[in-house]
C-alpha cells in the first residue's frame, strides 16, 4: 500500500511539472501596412526579423535579432525590463488596451505540425490572432498579475504560450505576424533571467 502511494504520488509530481514549458522558441515575424510612414518606420525594421522567446518558471526572455536589445520579465517582481542603449524597467499592472471581444475557433491552423486553436481578441486599438497548442502548456497562475498586453486573459485561455500571432491595427491598414519556426524543450540556466549587475536602470511605469 506504502508502495502504491508513494508511485502515486511522483506521478502526480511529474503530471504537475510537465505542465510548465521550459525551453526556447524561434520566432520570425513579417510586418504589412497600406500606410507608406508605417512601412518605412515599422515593416523595414522588422521584415524577416527573428528573435527567440525563454521561458522558465514564469520569467520570460526575448532576445531580438540585434543580442544587445532583449526584453525580461522577472516574475518574483511582476517587473519587465527592456533593454535597447539603456535599460528600462516597467510594470505589468497596467493596460491601454481593453478587450471588447473573445472569440475561441478550435483547430483553426498548423504551426510546426501542431493543430492549433485560434484565440482572437478585438480590442479597443486593434485586433489580436493568437494560435496555440498544448506543446508550450504553462500554468496560468504564472501570469495572472500581467495586465500588460492582456497577457493575464490571453494565457488564462490558451493556458500555453502562443506559437503564431497576428497583430492588426485596421486604421493603419497594419498587419504583423509572428510564427515559431523552431520550437525546443530543454532545461534553462536561471542566470538566463537576471540583470546585468551595475547597470542603471530607467523607471518607467512603475504603479503597483
Not at 510548465?20 to 520570425?28: A, D, L, M, P, R
Amino acid at each position: 500500500m506504502k508502495s502504491n502511494f508513494l508511485f502515486f504520488i511522483v506521478l502526480l509530481s511529474t503530471q504537475l511539472c510537465s505542465q510548465n514549458f521550459e525551453g526556447s522558441i524561434v520566432y520570425k515575424s513579417s510586418c504589412r501596412s497600406s500606410k507608406p510612414d508605417w512601412k518605412k518606420e515599422y515593416c523595414q525594421m522588422i521584415a524577416d526579423s527573428s528573435h527567440v522567446y525563454y521561458f522558465k518558471n514564469g520569467n520570460y526572455k526575448y532576445v531580438y535579432n540585434d543580442i544587445e536589445k532583449w526584453t525580461l520579465f522577472i516574475n518574483k517582481e511582476q517587473k519587465m525590463y527592456t533593454k535597447a542603449k539603456k535599460i528600462y524597467r516597467t510594470s505589468v499592472f497596467q493596460n491601454e488596451d481593453e478587450i471588447v471581444n473573445i472569440q475561441i475557433n478550435p483547430k483553426k491552423t498548423i504551426v510546426l505540425g501542431y493543430e492549433c486553436d485560434e484565440l482572437i481578441l478585438k480590442c479597443k486599438n486593434s485586433t489580436q490572432k493568437y494560435y496555440y497548442n498544448s506543446v508550450t502548456e504553462i500554468d496560468p497562475k504564472l501570469m495572472e498579475k500581467h495586465q500588460l498586453a492582456n497577457l493575464n486573459t490571453i494565457i488564462s485561455i490558451t493556458k500555453a504560450i502562443p506559437i503564431k500571432t497576428i497583430f492588426i491595427i485596421e486604421d493603419q491598414g497594419f498587419e504583423l505576424e509572428t510564427v515559431a519556426f523552431e520550437i525546443k524543450k530543454a532545461p534553462l540556466s536561471a542566470a538566463l533571467f537576471t540583470l546585468p549587475k551595475e547597470v542603471e536602470i530607467i523607471d518607467g511605469n512603475t504603479s503597483k
